[in-house]
Nanobody
């Protein structure tokens, strides 16, 4: 019954912007974040946000991307500005759940972001 639904991906020119959204059901947002995976590459961290307000960004997106969360709506957003071709990939919403002695990760279906040069 845990479900993460992502939206907002698409095709954009370099320098443009996109806003990704993730709506979670059946799970609390703590912590929550975004990862991405380019073709032929490993999935990598983009940004995370805890319910207490702690924010972390990958070095490659600092100053360009902004993560935000709305605990009342159980959603998280990723505002992406000044997009570059190297930002192209499938972006996944992530929620971590404490399971006795470890964190379990839940993932959305992914949304494609393509940045053209």
């Amino acid at each position: 019954q845990v479900q993460l639904v992502e939206s907002g991906g698409g095709l954009v020119q370099a320098g443009g912007s996109l806003r990704l959204s993730c709506a979670a059901s059946g799970i609390a947002l703590n912590p929550m974040g975004w990862y991405r995976q380019a073709p032929g590459k490993q999935r990598e961290l983009v940004a995370t946000a805890t319910s207490g307000g702690s924010i972390n960004y990958a070095d490659s997106v600092k100053g360009r991307f902004t993560i935000s969360r709305d605990n009342g709506k159980n959603t998280v957003h990723l505002e992406m500005n000044s997009l570059k071709p190297e930002d192209t990939g499938v972006y996944y919403c992530n929620v971590r759940v404490w399971s006795s002695s470890f964190w379990r990760d839940y993932w959305g279906q992914g949304t494609q972001v393509t940045v053209s040069s």
